[in-house]
């Protein structure tokens, strides 16, 4: 790893300075530094990668060491907690403010709530199906009815409605450039049968994250009926499975090691391949479907993109079914996004 970045550095030390900002392409990401280093190797791709947090000291924080790895990059920080719909409408407003287009919005910030471990899962699992272990959430216990300060489902609002709104926002800017591209980071474990339109914002017995990862693809995907003909793309995607603090928050630092270990031991003697293990590795699915000719991702029109590594680590993009896609059932969702995103416009008095 660290040969690698030594790698990347020596790469990024001969980036040249940018001469037309107009071609650089503005990138605003709730997460992730891949398109700095796709910037210092292609001169003739640019990207200033906006950091949409929550969190002014570890949004510096971010900044700082994104510039220090890539020396030259372009990286600005707008602050948002997008489970908060005013947050988000302040944050579009201050974009609005800063940039007249954008072409790429990564929707990648999400949560797993956990009220707790269920270790008994967790024995079971290891000893009858370490796979499903190592590839779903089973035993993270997550809570039923919790709901944010604006009445909304928690998991909801943070991984789908504040995406939701902020894409709808900052549509105009998106129609300035040509293909530009929304890009949601989905889940390898999303399922349909975790999702109950009756009850989407899963408040009361659906796996919120789960129902949640349903709700980005069928959004991601129907998302294209509407905005392709503004020559917008929508697409999902997925980490394979990472040690990120997503999960390690809940495990503790010594549990978070054994996740580490374990990933990578399902990677090398299982062969399981959606195993990415790294932060780096998992977003290789939102670089590629960022980077690649757009042709070339239409023709994997209901497919997610998910990143996945081989036993010795080296990661790939592959596309996975999104299993029965519905448009009915796409159609009732976006129906019941926008309603409520009116409610919201009317109640925060945003002109829409
Ligand atoms: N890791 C995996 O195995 C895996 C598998 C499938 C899907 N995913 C998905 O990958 C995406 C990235 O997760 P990750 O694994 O990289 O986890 P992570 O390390 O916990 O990163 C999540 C990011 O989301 C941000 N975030 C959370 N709530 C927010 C809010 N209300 N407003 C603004 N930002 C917020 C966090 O910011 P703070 O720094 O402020 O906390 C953090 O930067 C998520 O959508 C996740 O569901 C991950």
Not at 134 to 153: F, H
Not at 174 to 195: G, H, M, P, Q, V
Not at 283 to 298: E, F, G, M, R
Request: glycine content about 6%; charged content about 25%.
């Amino acid at each position: 790893m660290n040969k690698k970045r030594n790698k990347r550095k020596k790469r990024n030390e001969r980036n040249k300075p940018i001469k037309d900002m107009s071609t650089v392409k503005i990138a605003l990401i709730t997460g992730a530094n891949r398109l700095l280093d796709h910037s210092a190797k292609n001169t003739n791709e640019q990207f200033k990668i906006v950091l949409a947090c929550r969190n002014k000291t570890r949004a510096i924080d971010a900044q700082n060491a994104l510039l220090k790895e890539f020396t030259g990059g372009l990286v600005e920080i707008v602050l948002v907690d997008v489970s908060s719909v005013k947050s988000v409408f302040e944050c579009c407003k201050e974009v609005k403010k800063r940039f007249n287009r954008i072409d790429l919005i990564f929707c990648n910030a999400g949560i797993l709530p956990c009220t707790h471990v269920d270790w008994s899962v967790v024995a079971k699992q290891l000893v009858f199906s370490p796979i499903a272990l190592m590839s779903r959430t089973d035993c993270i216990v997550q809570p039923v009815g919790k709901t944010t300060a604006e009445g909304l489902g928690e998991t909801f609002a943070c991984n789908v409605f504040g995406h939701y709104v902020m894409i709808r926002e900052l549509e105009n800017l998106l129609i300035k450039t040509k293909n530009s591209r929304i890009i949601w980071t989905s889940s390898c474990t999303a399922t349909k049968e975790n999702f109950n339109l009756e009850d989407y914002q899963a408040i009361k017995e659906n796996a919120p994250y789960e129902s949640s990862k349903r709700m980005t693809d069928l959004i991601a995907i129907g998302l294209n009926s509407r905005l392709n003909k503004h020559d917008i793309y929508s697409f999902a995607t997925h980490p394979g499975i990472a040690a990120t603090n997503i999960v390690r928050d809940h495990l503790g630092w010594v549990m978070g090691y054994g996740m580490l270990i374990g990933l990578f031991a399902a990677r090398t003697f299982l062969g399981m391949r959606n195993q990415t293990v790294t932060n780096w590795n998992g977003s290789y699915s939102n670089y590629y479907v960022a980077t690649q000719p757009i042709d070339l991702l239409n023709n994997a029109a209901i497919k997610k993109f998910g990143s996945y590594c081989n036993r010795f680590g080296e990661v790939y993009v592959d596309t996975d079914d999104i299993e029965d896609y519905n448009e009915v059932e796409t159609e009732a969702l976006f129906n019941k996004l926008n309603k409520l995103l009116d409610e919201f416009r009317v109640k925060y008095n945003i002109k829409s």
